[in-house]
């Protein structure tokens, strides 16, 4: 989709780690969805459980690793995710050694060890299966730093990658506009990335769970498009569901009140 200059829509899983959040998601059609590791605490058992229910739904499972760290990429990948999401790359040569970690020989240096989560224990060859996961595995890198930022042109045109993720948060954070995702500095930035993205025919993304905000960056050129979290949407949907039904009854309470 993203090679065809679609849109994808996903969001992320932070603390409702179940299985059958997966078809859930995949039934409110989204595109895809990734799990948090970087500042959640999913096991790699639960990782796998989501993969494997996510490739019978018909959704792609991402997982947001907590370093740029190979053992975390490699591992990752090999209990079934269908990318993976570097985070706080500040560079070209940071993005370049995720990227060679995510990918086989002769594009990377991932380690074999492609287990039964992925093959679904049906036989191939080595060289297939190799070939299908270079070509399959998305590659999704994050900007949320000054420093990523100044070299996003460089990082976009590395090889291999498929999309470049604005951390919202963290790049405000870095640029001394914390959470003012309407100041023109961080609008510039955003439309920066966006730039470097489309000049490298590679898609960009955002996070956010300010639907304005998203529909913004989708008019921006932004394809890659996260609404909220798990919690994020669970509570505010409840919130709102309970202000209105509380709102009713409050509201019936007064009417009986005024003929009693």
Do not use: W
Not at 36 to 44: I, L, N, Q, R, V
Not at 46 to 70: H, K, S
Not at 84 to 107: D, N, T, W, Y
């Amino acid at each position: 989709m993203l090679k065809a200059g679609e849109f994808a829509y996903g969001t992320s899983l932070e603390d409702c780690l179940d299985a059958e959040m997966a078809v859930l998601l995949a039934a409110a059609n989204l595109d895809f969805f990734f799990i948090d590791t970087e500042h959640c605490t999913a096991s790699y058992s639960q990782i796998q459980m989501l993969c494997r229910a996510a490739a019978g739904a018909d959704i792609t499972a991402l997982v947001r690793v907590t370093e740029n760290e190979p053992a975390l990429i490699s591992r990752t990948l090999d209990v079934g995710a269908m990318g993976v999401i570097v985070p706080r790359v500040h560079s070209s040569a940071e993005g370049q050694a995720a990227l060679e970690v995510m990918k086989f020989p002769p594009l990377g240096r991932r380690g074999f060890g492609l287990r039964g989560v992925i093959t679904d224990f049906q036989p191939d060859t080595a060289q297939k299966r190799v070939e299908s996961a270079n070509q399959e595995t998305l590659t999704v890198l994050m900007i949320e730093s000054r420093a990523g930022l100044e070299s996003v042109e460089e990082i976009a045109a590395l090889p291999n990658l498929d999309v470049l993720f604005v951390g919202p948060y963290d790049l405000t954070l870095s640029l001394g506009i914390v959470e003012q995702f309407d100041n023109p500095i961080f609008l510039d930035a955003l439309a920066r990335v966006i730039k470097a993205c489309q000049s490298s025919g590679i898609a960009a993304g955002v996070q956010t769970g300010d639907m304005s905000l998203l529909i913004k960056a989708r008019e921006m050129g932004a394809r890659f498009l996260m609404y909220g979290s798990d919690t994020l949407i669970l509570l505010s949907g409840y919130s709102a569901a309970m202000s209105r039904l509380k709102g009713k009854q409050a509201a019936s309470r007064a009417a009986y009140s005024q003929y009693s």
